[in-house]
């Protein structure tokens, strides 16, 4: 049996296994395509998280801005029922006084 066909075989598999070693272009690509999508996912991730922040902040203060408004209404109602219960007494003195002078007048 010949000797060439395993030293061809041995040459072939040293070549094979010393290309392991080192990247090639197109795993050099792959690396940064991944490196890429991680990127654009923590971004993304980030992004949504920070939405959420802002929404929460908008609920609370529209929240805050709701209550406020609900507390200014309250006050303003308050104001108006007592406007017009000092003008109902206002109105009943005037009208007693009218009808006191009436009662009082020669006939």
């Known amino acids: 049996m010949s000797k060439k066909p395993f030293i061809i075989l041995s040459v072939v598999a040293g070549l094979a296994l010393g290309g392991c070693g080192e990247k090639g272009p197109a795993e050099q690509?792959?690396?940064?395509?991944?490196?890429?999508?991680?990127?654009?996912?923590?971004?993304?991730?980030?992004?949504?998280e920070?939405?959420?922040?802002?929404v929460d902040g908008a609920a609370q203060t529209s929240g805050q801005v709701a209550d406020q408004a609900?507390?200014?209404a309250q006050q303003a109602g308050d104001k108006a029922v007592?406007?017009?219960?000092?003008?109902?007494?206002?109105?009943g003195q005037a009208?007693?006084?009218?009808?006191?002078?009436?009662?009082?007048?020669?006939?």
């Open 29 to 48: 690509v792959g690396e940064k395509i991944d490196g890429a999508v991680e990127q654009a996912q923590d971004a993304a991730q980030q992004a949504g």
């Open 70 to 72: 609900m507390d200014a």
């Open 50 to 54: 920070k939405a959420a922040e802002a």
């Open 82 to 91: 007592k406007a017009v219960d000092e003008a109902a007494q206002k109105a």
């Open 95 to 107: 009208a007693d006084q009218l009808m006191g002078e009436k009662t009082d007048a020669p006939q």
